[in-house]
């Protein structure tokens, strides 16, 4: 069990040293809370003009923005009948978490016209 210990300890204390100031967090974890906490709260179009606002700071900053940022966006963007801002955001997200693709590829599926079957 001893033996166990500081490896442990290693894996825990590398995770506490991890820089979370890569990204430009903005205004994003708060409105994702709200928009689950209380709903009416946060509306779409609340949302998308703090989030486009993030977006131009982090461009000032010279930073990235965090993963589910752009997907959230274009969640939002979807609720408002905003179908292109929706897909481009999609597409910004899958472009720059390319792990998020399967999930992305799903949403954009949901753009392409659906071919008839015979």
Request: charged share 20%.
């Amino acid at each position: 069990m001893k033996h166990l210990v500081f490896p442990l300890l290693l894996v825990l204390g590398s995770c506490a040293s991890t820089n979370t100031n890569i990204y430009y967090w903005g205004r994003y974890q708060t409105l994702l809370y709200q928009q689950y906490d209380t709903p009416g709260k946060a509306t779409p179009e609340m949302q998308v003009l703090n989030l486009e606002q993030d977006i131009e700071v982090a461009r000032s900053q010279n930073k990235p923005l965090p993963p589910g940022f752009y997907a959230h966006l274009g969640y939002q963007y979807l609720q408002m009948g905003r179908t292109a801002d929706a897909k481009a955001s999609f597409e910004a997200e899958r472009k720059q978490f390319p792990e998020s693709a399967v999930l992305m590829d799903r949403f954009l599926k949901k753009f392409q016209p659906k071919s008839e079957t015979k």
